[in-house]
């Protein structure tokens, strides 16, 4: 079981920028994927960007491609989604998740653990 704590949501202003961390714990960090997903109120969980174990492969909804990157720590046991621009649409609760392999997925389904989420709100 992997342990997951995210940091670093808030409010900016449209076009501002954010990064989000994600510290893990309780599995050797570099054996699997590493997930950012978002929800916003009643919508459903969506997928933002994927990175595989050993950080060499990256992946990302075409709605966040050109703004947002995924990058990992391995000897931190923490992975980052940095945003940029960010728009009104991107508001929501941010959750990064841990896949149960290392080459990583969309799939919500792939992911075994996942934080408790972290809000951010971009304001027009």
């Known amino acids: 079981q992997v342990q997951l704590v995210e940091s670093g949501g808030g409010l900016v202003q449209a076009g501002g920028s954010l990064r989000l961390s994600c510290a893990a714990s309780?599995?050797?960090?570099?054996?699997?994927?590493m997930g950012w997903f978002r929800q916003a109120p009643g919508k459903e969980r969506e997928f933002v960007a994927g990175i595989s174990g050993a950080g060499g492969r990256t992946y990302y909804a075409d709605s966040v491609k050109g703004r947002f990157t995924i990058s990992r720590d391995n000897a931190k046991n923490t992975v980052y989604l940095q945003m940029n621009n960010l728009q009104p649409e991107d508001t929501s609760v941010y959750y990064c998740a841990a896949d149960r392999s290392a080459y990583g997925s969309t799939n919500p389904r792939a992911f075994g653990s996942w934080g408790q989420g972290t809000q951010v709100t971009v304001s027009s």
């Open positions: 309780g599995r050797t960090f570099s054996n699997y994927a």
